[in-house]
């Protein structure tokens, strides 16, 4: 008898050669399950507190100042932490690359009209980056940025966050009249760009002239900015989600709120660098601009200058592509969790779901892996052990079915200059929308792991 239920008992057991994905609700603590929650706590308010590029900097540079790390910022939107390591810097440095915009909606140079029929005055604007435009519709939304003066002057400008403030919203066509004009059009055709305007004001001027409620905008506007008509074309002024970052679902497992992608990893990344004491190596977290438009600017991933200056004021002595040569890097990007509803764009051994920790993507790009940083064999297998030895939930993840879209991010321009270079990040569900939804265990699992590679 008790041979044959000892036999039964190895029947029934899973083989140990096969790979198993846990969950990080599985693989932490309860303690580490808390650490999550309340780490998440900081990372709302950041999120409230930064909602677009330079603030984001702002952000970081005020903390590393506070806690005198050193930092270098290039032109306010892209800024690099630095903390020294054991280690010569001719054997490398280890750096956490992540960026700081998010899609959202950017004035126009010229944005103000008043629209006589409808009887109110608007802005235009000119989406920035991959947007679906139906979901910029009829939210709340507030106005951030900065507008130059023609005395020179730099107006710092934020409406729409506190609870007094007054909203902006993009108006929509009631569903009694959009049969023929948005209802029947193919979804990315029933919002032309061009008519993102949003609604700003409707009380006109007392008197008998044109554009009556543009103008009583226009000296509203001069009398609390001094700003004139012409200084919009020296601003810029992003239009921004105006929620707050909120806890989701009964449990409050998840967070909803505007600009985790890439702000995720920005913040988890931050928080890594400012942690990290006495490294091996040389350490750097590094916060670029502008991934959602490609990466094209003077504040972005592709200024290699901007590192190449920060590495020789670190040490002059140093030939600096022989220092590029040895680094290691983790470009901290997210990736797409699998959606329901809408799970057959996914291939689903290949994908990552929220709740399984950080994602590691050997490769981005899309069809034939074109555009792709492809990870070599070795670096993947250094960071498979490096999380696995410390315990820290991770899946491995490509953006959605072969042929099917597909995504890139900076990771590729670090490789360039000879680095090792491979995605890891936090899933996000509905990436690019105006409430973009993580888990909490994989926000705290990508922050361990930025922690555990620059300590490595
Ligand atoms: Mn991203
Ligand atoms: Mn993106």
Redesign the pocket.
């Known amino acids: 008898m008790a041979n044959k239920k000892e036999k039964k008992k190895k029947d029934n057991k899973e083989s140990k050669f096969v790979y198993k994905k846990k969950t990080a609700w599985e693989i932490f603590t309860n303690e580490q399950i808390k650490k999550s929650f309340d780490f998440c706590i900081d990372y709302k308010k950041f999120l409230d507190c930064a909602k677009t590029e330079r603030e984001t900097i702002s952000f970081i540079n005020n903390s590393a100042n506070k806690s005198k790390k050193k930092i270098f910022i290039n032109h306010g939107k892209s800024a690099a932490i630095v903390i020294p390591g054991k280690k010569p810097l001719s054997d490398g440095i280890r750096i956490v690359i992540s ?1 700081v915009d ?2 959202r909606l950017d004035l126009k140079q010229i944005p103000l009209f008043e629209e006589p029929s409808s009887n109110v005055t608007l802005l235009e604007t000119h989406y920035y ?2 947007i679906k435009k139906f979901q910029w519709v009829v939210i709340p939304l507030a106005i951030h940025g900065v507008i130059i003066r023609k005395d020179g002057k730099k107006i710092t400008f934020t409406l729409g966050e506190n609870e007094l403030d007054p909203v902006f919203s993009v108006p929509d066509l009631l569903p009694h009249l959009s049969h023929k004009v948005q209802d029947t059009k193919k979804l990315e055709d029933a919002i032309a760009g061009e008519s993102l305007d949003i609604l700003i004001g409707s009380q006109p001027a007392k008197g008998d002239f044109s554009e009556k409620i543009k103008t009583a905008i226009l000296d509203k506007l001069n009398k609390e900015y001094g700003i004139t008509e012409e200084d919009f074309i020296s601003a810029e002024l992003e239009m921004v989600p105006a929620f707050k970052a909120r806890d989701m679902g009964f449990d409050r497992s998840l967070i909803a709120a505007y600009g985790q ?2 702000r995720a990893c920005a913040y988890t990344s931050f928080r890594a660098i400012m942690d990290l004491k006495n490294p091996n190596y040389t350490s750097i977290g590094l916060f670029v601009d502008k ?2 438009i490609g990466s094209e600017g003077n504040t972005t991933a592709q200024v290699t200058t901007f590192l190449r200056s920060i590495i020789k004021k670190i040490d002059s002595t140093v030939d600096v592509d022989s220092v590029m040569l040895k680094s290691k890097v983790i470009s901290a ?2 990736n797409a969790a699998v959606t329901p509803n809408y799970t057959d764009v996914f291939e689903l051994k290949n994908a990552s779901t929220l709740g399984h920790g950080v994602v590691m993507s050997k490769f981005t790009g899309h069809g034939g892996k074109y555009s792709a940083n492809d990870a070599s064999a070795e670096y993947v297998a250094e960071i498979r052990n490096l999380l696995n030895k410390n315990k820290i939930p991770w899946q491995t993840a490509e953006l959605g079915k072969v042929d099917n879209g597909g ?1 890139g ?1 900076v990771a590729k321009y670090f490789s360039r200059l000879g680095m090792e270079v491979i995605d890891l990040g936090p899933a996000v569900m509905s ?2 929308s105006p409430y973009e939804v993580t888990s909490k265990v994989d926000i705290y699992s990508s922050y361990l792991a930025y922690l555990a590679f620059l300590k490595s």
């Open positions: 960026h998010s899609p980056g991959g992608d890439d991934e959602e990007d997210v995504g991010t990436m690019h």
